[in-house]
């Protein structure tokens, strides 16, 4: 049986979807990755069947659009109104390429920004699961987390949120299917399938990090993160220098571009050398490599190293909250100093704030060098935090969110072939 998941975006959208794919694999199934063109080198690697989206996400991140894009912070509206810019220049491609992967699937798996494959799917009369690596679905527990809330917000505004949010995304969705898609779409109400049909929804987060929803429909699943089963690769030889020389912080944006992040980064090393700390820099997107300064004893400098290999070697790691690195934090138990740009962010630093696991977000108008270490002196000295996070650590280790979530799949496309 032929599975093709749908992963629409950055590093942290993609790699956590490979994961998904690897373990549909292994559990006999014919999966295949449908993403962007950009992760087609780090798929040949781990084996797993790709099939190309031609779109860049790393130079959408650099164009003048997609920096606007990362620079929205919290305000929802801006960023849903910069994503249409976005999304009108590549949804045509990702449209017509969603459809080649699916021509001859049985089933697929589509991220948000994959939902073509939910109307694509629909005409070729296959299950459609949904997934997302945040808690986007409907509760009147708290708010969805691109319209934050304050805590104690009534349910029902709680739960009207998620019905605003799905709404300006789809209205931004809704005319660039119209063009590529045979049925006729709906004007309101896309996502109300999602809560009347008996197919799984997955999340690919832990519900010992957001429980889950005592309101939640019965088909909705958190199943824990998903990560790939390879063994974490070794660090560099210089790099493992480095650290024996004694600890060090983490500071990495991953797939963020801005010029920001190249203010945050001199920050950081002005802060390094003040306090005497040490820190691994990881430029990822930003294009800050082009800038480091060598010959710092202190600082060590690289474009990426992955997260489940250095993050438990760290005694902070400074990141901009995505959801991917946000995890991987967690999994390693070691304090995260958040620092977001857009979209889900916010709501991951304040969530783990919120529940002892971290300081508080360092809000994107408010960024300076003195916040940033204080930040810092509380994420390295806080005992009760560090212990919180061993423990939590400890049974994220424990967690198989992809061998879950297989299985839901799994029975599911038995009850549909029944």
Request: one cysteine or more; aromatic letters at 10%; hydrophobic letters at 45%.
């Amino acid at each position: 049986m032929r599975i093709v998941v749908v992963a629409v975006g950055t590093r942290g959208d993609v790699e956590p979807h490979a994961a998904l794919c690897a373990g549909l694999q292994r559990a006999g199934f014919d999966a295949c990755l449908c993403a962007p063109d950009d992760f087609a080198c780090s798929m040949a690697a781990q084996d797993i069947p790709f099939h190309p989206i031609p779109v860049s996400f790393r130079k959408l991140c650099e164009s003048e659009d997609g920096g606007a894009l990362l620079a929205s912070g919290g305000h929802s509206f801006r960023f849903f109104r910069t994503l249409g810019r976005v999304a009108a220049d590549v949804a045509g491609r990702v449209i017509c390429t969603v459809r080649t992967a699916c021509r001859e699937a049985d089933a697929v798996c589509y991220s948000p920004l994959g939902l073509p494959a939910f109307y694509i799917a629909r005409e070729l009369g296959i299950p459609a699961f949904a997934t997302s690596l945040q808690p986007l679905g409907r509760t009147r527990q708290y708010a969805n987390p691109l319209l934050p809330l304050p805590d104690g917000a009534p349910g029902a505004l709680n739960r009207f949120s998620y019905h605003l949010m799905e709404q300006m995304f789809w209205q931004i969705a809704r005319p660039l299917l119209r063009r590529h898609v045979r049925d006729p779409l709906p004007f309101w109400g896309h996502y109300n399938a999602l809560y009347r049909d008996s197919l799984p929804v997955l999340f690919g987060y832990s519900p010992l990090v957001v429980p889950r929803p005592r309101d939640w429909k019965p088909w909705m699943h958190a199943t824990g993160y998903w990560r790939t089963q390879l063994p974490s690769p070794s660090l560099p030889d210089a790099l493992e220098e480095f650290l024996a020389a004694g600890p060090a912080v983490c500071f990495g944006f991953g797939s963020m571009r801005s010029r920001r992040i190249t203010r945050i980064f001199d920050a950081a090393t002005n802060i390094l050398a003040r306090t005497g700390r040490r820190g691994v820099i990881l430029t990822g997107w930003s294009g800050y490599q082009d800038r480091a300064v060598e010959g710092d004893a202190n600082i060590f400098v690289a474009d990426y190293i992955p997260h489940d290999s250095i993050f438990p070697r760290m005694s902070a790691i400074v990141h901009h909250g995505g959801a991917g690195t946000t995890a991987a934090a967690l999994r390693a138990g070691v304090p995260s100093v958040i620092l977001p740009f857009f979209f889900d962010q916010g709501f991951w630093g304040s969530w783990l704030a919120a529940r002892g696991l971290g300081p508080p977000p360092i809000a994107f108008g408010r960024r300076s060098a003195p916040a940033l270490a204080h930040a810092l002196d509380l994420a390295e000295t806080s005992h009760d935090m560090r212990c919180r996070l061993q423990c939590l650590g400890s049974k994220l280790r424990q967690e198989d969110g992809v061998s879950r979530a297989v299985a839901i799949i799994g029975n599911a496309l038995d009850k549909f072939r029944k």
